[in-house]
Antibody, heavy 115, light 111 residues
């Protein structure tokens, strides 16, 4: 059974780079789309970007200039540069496809941007 | 960007009564492959989102049949035939036709 677990620093200073990792257990990073999504009380759920083996990476246009998603054997990583307080959010890693396969979400990791 | 607009944003419902949530997209969600990638998610308090419906009207495995989805083009609806206590939470529509965007969420509560 595939499980996802996000990890990273809970606190990041303004203007610095946020780095998060999603560790995948019980399965391999192939076929599916591997996504980062964040959630804030004010903006709700916001898709950040995705990686897919054959399709590479795609990013939300509103974040594209600051986001990088990379993949290793069992991890999907997110870096977000030049963070501000507006980047304070609960960050989720999620795996899905475009069909009947049930999406899998991690429990999320809270990130606060503050000096 | 495709904007997803849900209504209502708050939905108080009496137990056993039906509930309906609307989701409208700023452009057609019909993909070039002929599919309409409109999903519905439920997020219970303190939990990650869980998908209920995919491609407009297909229920995910384990989802009670009181949940149903319908619609086409730019207008979509999630219906709960008889609300139960475990249905409390926030419901989101989400489209995958043009990258990915979510609706603002509809908070369902028991009246």
């Amino acid at each position: 059974q595939v499980q996802l677990q996000e990890s990273g620093p809970g606190l990041v200073k303004p203007s610095e780079t946020l780095s998060l990792t999603c560790t995948v257990s019980g399965g391999s990073i192939s076929s599916y789309y591997w996504n980062w999504i964040r959630q804030t009380p004010g903006k709700g759920l916001e898709w950040i970007g995705r990686f897919q083996n054959s399709g590479g990476t795609n990013y939300n246009p509103s974040l594209k200039s600051r986001v990088t998603i990379s993949v290793s054997t069992s991890q999907v990583s997110l870096t977000l540069s030049s963070v501000t307080a507006a980047d304070t959010a609960l960050y989720y890693c999620a795996r899905w496809d475009y069909g009947s396969g049930s999406p899998i979400w991690g429990p999320g990791t809270m990130v606060t941007v503050s000096s | 960007d495709v904007v997803m607009t849900q209504s209502p944003l708050s939905l108080p419902v009496i137990l056993g009564q039906p509930a309906s949530i609307s989701c409208k997209s700023s452009q057609s969600l019909v993909h070039s492959d002929g599919n309409t990638y409109l999903n519905w998610f439920q997020q219970r308090p303190g939990q990650s989102p869980r998908r209920l419906i995919y491609k407009v009207s297909n229920r995910d495995s384990g989802v009670p049949d009181r949940f149903s989805g319908s619609g086409s083009g730019t207008d979509f609806t999630l219906k709960i035939s008889r609300v139960e206590a475990e249905d409390v939470g926030v419901y989101y529509c989400m489209q995958l036709t043009h990258w990915c965007t979510f609706g603002q969420g509809t908070r369902l509560e028991i009246k």
